[in-house]
T-cell receptor, first 114, second 115 residues
C-alpha cells in the first residue's frame, strides 16, 4: 500500500531535549516536505526536499533541521525544542512531475513541548 | 510572498445542496493548485490537482476550476452529503526559480452538511 508514515504519532517532551520525528514514503517520490499546523495559522511549510541531498527552507524553518540521505526518508530534527514548537506536524511527498504532483500526507505527529 | 485566502471560513448547509468554496492567491506565477480534504485529527487527502495550463478538473461530484490570471479557484460540490463534512484546503505550488518547491496553503473552509 502506497503510504507516508510518521513516527511517533504523539510526543510530549521538555524544553531543550533534542528529538527527531521520522518520515518515510514507499512510493519512490522525489519531493518530500514538512508542515506544521496551528489553529488560526493553517498549514505552514517548514522545509522541503526536491531529491536526495537537496533541501531548502520553507516559510517557518527556524528551530528545525532536516536531512535527506535516502530517497524514502526525510526526518525532522528539533535540536532544542521550545514550547512555541508545540504543534501538529505533517510530512508529505509527491512525484513532482508535470503529469502528476499529487501530495500524499502522513497521519501527523502531535508534539507537545513543556 | 504568496498568500492564499479561502472564503468562507465555515459553511453549514443541508444535505443535497450544491455549494461552492473559494480560494484566491496573490501571485499568479503558480505551477499548480490542489484541493485537499482534512477530517478532524487526520492528515490531508488530495481531491483534485489543476495544472497551471488547465481550467478545470472533475472527480465525481467535485469540480475545481482555475482562473490563474485573476488568482482564483473554486471547488464545486454537487448534491452534498453528510459524509462531505470536513475541512477543505487549497494549496498552490510556486512556478519556478528558487521558490519551486514551496507550497502555500489557505486556512481552509470548515464544511458541515447536516441531514
Amino acid at each position: 500500500e502506497a503510504q507516508v508514515t510518521q513516527n511517533p504519532r504523539y510526543l510530549i517532551t521538555v524544553t531543550g531535549k533534542k528529538l527527531t520525528v521520522t518520515c518515510s514514503q514507499n512510493m519512490n517520490h522525489e519531493y518530500m516536505s514538512w508542515y506544521r499546523q496551528d489553529p488560526g495559522l493553517g498549514l505552514r511549510q517548514i522545509y522541503y526536499s526536491m531529491n536526495v541531498e537537496v533541501t531548502d527552507k520553507g516559510d517557518v524553518p527556524e528551530g528545525y533541521k532536516v536531512s535527506r540521505k535516502e530517497k524514502r526518508n526525510f526526518p525532522l530534527i528539533l535540536e532544542s525544542p521550545s514550547p512555541n514548537q508545540t504543534s501538529l506536524y505533517f510530512c508529505a511527498s509527491s512525484l513532482l512531475s508535470r503529469a502528476t504532483d499529487t501530495q500524499y500526507f502522513g497521519p501527523g505527529t502531535r508534539l507537545t513541548v513543556l | 510572498k504568496q498568500e492564499v485566502t479561502q472564503i468562507p471560513a465555515a459553511l453549514s448547509v443541508p444535505e443535497g445542496e450544491n455549494l461552492v468554496l473559494n480560494c484566491s492567491f496573490t501571485d499568479s506565477a503558480i505551477y499548480n493548485l490542489q484541493w485537499f480534504r482534512q477530517d478532524p485529527g487526520k492528515g490531508l487527502t488530495s481531491l483534485l490537482l489543476i495544472q497551471s495550463s488547465q481550467r478545470e478538473q472533475t472527480s465525481g461530484r467535485l469540480n475545481a476550476s482555475l482562473d490563474k490570471s485573476s488568482g482564483r479557484s473554486t471547488l464545486y460540490i454537487a448534491a452534498s452529503q453528510p459524509g462531505d463534512s470536513a475541512t477543505y484546503l487549497c494549496a498552490v505550488r510556486a512556478a519556478g526559480g528558487t521558490s519551486y518547491g514551496k507550497l502555500t496553503f489557505g486556512q481552509g473552509t470548515i464544511l458541515t452538511v447536516h441531514p
